[in-house]
């Protein structure tokens, strides 16, 4: 029998999902299916759910965890292997494209709709999921780092100054994943001075510690960028920071919507 391999979304929004109904004219059309769609050859999953939610809802997703292992359903028209993660969408106004209507709701309240039958066990196992505590990270945001020995003071936690450290690793960190790599502006002869940092200490942290650091793209002026980093340890909140940035070329202040788009059209992805 063929093989179809095929990606399908929890998206999640607080403590509810998103069912899409199958439009007419599709195989098991008028059935309730999870956003999602085959694997093409060669791609990793969670880039055909990026696709596909871009194509089917009009925007962007985080794309999290697997939920449950592979699914495997026999239909007429082949086997269905189907690879369920967890998601979130950067954006909450939908384009639908390809469904004829979508519904929020929870797991529960979903489950009695007419489901395709590969992802009614998607359904059951959400059932014991306490969705409202899910984070969904984009790896290219977080940052863990694990408080060392000497980042610690005579009052045994962390030295205040570190923070602002790992603020720069989460930075640069983030560059780089969404291809911005710092060397490569320096290649180019673009350098970019901190203009401003804060940090709020909410509770302290000390050796052995594993602190997350997410960052996200609070503002995007034309010639100024800010970040803002939220810092937990073990989910309670122990630092808020902020940085400003500036870019400049040859002494001169560049302008983000001017000299540098491409790269403000990346960050805006980011943008809270
Ligand atoms: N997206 C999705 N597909 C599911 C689910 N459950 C399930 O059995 N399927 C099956 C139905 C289809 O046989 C297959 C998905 O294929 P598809 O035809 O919708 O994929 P696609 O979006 O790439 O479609 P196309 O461009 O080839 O028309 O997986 C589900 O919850 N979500």
């Known amino acids: 029998m063929k093989q179809i391999h095929v990606a399908a979304a929890v998206i999640v929004n607080h403590n509810q999902i998103l ?43 985080v794309i999290g965890e697997r939920v449950l292992p592979t699914i495997v359903h026999p239909y007429p028209w082949g086997e269905v292997h189907l690879q369920v993660f967890y998601a979130r969408l950067r954006q909450t106004t939908l384009t639908p494209n390809a469904h004829d209507q979508f519904k929020w709701g929870t797991p529960q309240a979903l489950a009695d709709l007419a489901w395709l039958p590969a992802a009614r066990p998607v359904l059951a ?18 940052y863990t780092h694990t408080v060392e020995y000497y980042e610690t ?23 780089a994943a969404i291809g911005w790599d710092y060397r490569q502006f320096e290649a180019r002869g673009i350098i970019s001075p901190v203009v401003a940092v804060n940090c709020r200490y909410k509770h302290p942290t000390t ?26 340890c073990q ?6 920071g902020e940085s400003e940035h500036c870019f400049t070329k040859d002494q001169q202040l560049l302008r983000l919507d001017r000299d540098l788009t491409d790269f403000a059209a990346a960050l805006r992805q980011y943008q809270a």
């Open 235 to 240: 989910g309670q909140i122990v630092c808020l």
């Open 153 to 175: 003071d005579r009052m045994g936690i962390t030295h205040h100054s570190n923070y602002v450290r790992w603020m720069e690793a989460a930075r640069t960190r983030f560059l």
């Open 207 to 232: 050796f052995g510690d594993q602190v997350d650091i997410r960052l996200q793209v609070k503002q995007l002026d034309r010639i100024r960028l800010t970040l803002s980093y939220q810092m937990t």
């Open 19 to 61: 069912a899409g109904q199958r439009a007419s004219g599709r195989l098991g059309e008028g059935a309730w299916e999870l956003p999602g769609g085959k694997i093409h050859s060669g791609e990793d999953p969670r880039e055909t759910l990026q696709r596909e939610i871009k194509e089917e809802l009009g925007v962007a997703a």
């Open 125 to 142: 196992a959400l059932a014991k999921v306490d969705l409202s505590q899910l984070t969904i990270d984009d790896p290219a945001q977080l």
